[in-house]
């Protein structure tokens, strides 16, 4: 039997989402023939990111500092909070380069059917954060889908009274797609969400 | 900035073939979710195999013991080896469960044009076994293309003298395909070879 270190290796690396028996094995042909020091990077990210991964206490983004370096940082502007869902769309927004402001990580949407109801989110934490700090705007940042809808709408009534700005992210065609392409729904809030030039 | 232990464990993933961003993003998130000792496993297996890696002495298939479990083992039948270019070839016929004899591995394919000349190659090691161990039969199981083929054809006239008997790998049809989709080369190749039922 080969069951030796390389078909560990491939075996392990098919525990990954999408990865299947061949790509794995592409994966492990490759790691042999990397410089050892990139092949241990890969490895060491891994192990770092399991033992230092922990959440903000004040935004709940995922961090190996507590505060994060983003609620840190001095250059950032405290009073616009931007409402995402998971961490991930806090890369994402970040990749923009645009945004100065801090963020706030939900961790889910709200879906009361799959039990996900808003004691289950980090919303009590944002309300506070809103009432104790000076915020003057709180940007919604959640997915354009049914749940994100919903928790966009669910913060705002909790938000209302507190006397600060709500906005949401705009809806409207991606850029580089096509009118022809667009599905109803976009377009139409494309349409709505018009500006003058 | 973001640029703490995901950011890093992303940067870190898309150093692999086929990992974009979106790829790398969603794996290192995975990461994060998974049980701590299964993500350790797959950090382990990538050191194992860049510190443990060798070469088998006799075979040239990657091992970490030496000679590798193959060679080493007393069930299998050492007077027949299967020559192949790469070490993840012997993964694929071993996958078979239906060749019970020993490997080489050649480390390569003939390509003069990019500098791959015999002596690159393990053929020297492979006429040396044939010389002084008592094999029976050669199977060459190149690739079916050009260098391979040039390589089986190359091994052919070495080890003809050896009193040896070679065998190439059959050409045909893939199981489970399609004869109205097969090429031209492979369907006569095919035909070429077939058996008597």
């Given at each position: 039997m080969t069951q030796g270190i390389i078909e560990n290796l491939i075996t392990q690396l098919t525990?990954?989402?999408?990865?299947?028996r061949k790509t794995a094995q592409r994966l492990a042909f490759f790691i042999l023939s990397m410089p050892s020091d990139d092949a241990k990077d890969i490895a060491s990210a891994i192990i770092d990111v399991k033992e230092k991964a922990r959440f903000c206490s004040i935004c709940f983004n995922i961090t190996d500092t507590d505060p994060c370096s983003i609620c840190n940082s001095?250059?950032?502007?405290?009073?616009r909070i931007c409402v995402v869902e998971e961490p991930s769309n806090v890369i994402a927004i970040e990749r923009t380069k645009t945004f100065n402001g801090t963020y706030h990580v939900l961790l889910g949407a709200l879906s009361p059917l799959d039990?996900?109801?808003?004691?289950?989110?980090?919303i009590n934490e944002l309300s506070y954060r809103v009432k104790s700090d000076s915020v003057n705007e709180v940007i919604?940042?959640?997915?354009?889908?049914t749940k994100g809808e919903m928790t966009a709408q669910y913060i705002t009534e909790i938000l209302k009274p507190m006397n600060v700005k709500i906005t949401r992210i705009a809806y409207g065609l991606p850029i580089g797609s096509d009118i022809e392409f667009a599905d109803e729904v976009t377009l139409s809030k494309a349409l709505e969400g018009r500006r003058e030039l």
């Open positions: 525990k990954l989402p999408g990865i299947g001095p250059t950032r502007d405290k009073s039990g996900i109801t808003p004691d289950k989110l980090k919604l940042a959640t997915n354009p889908n």
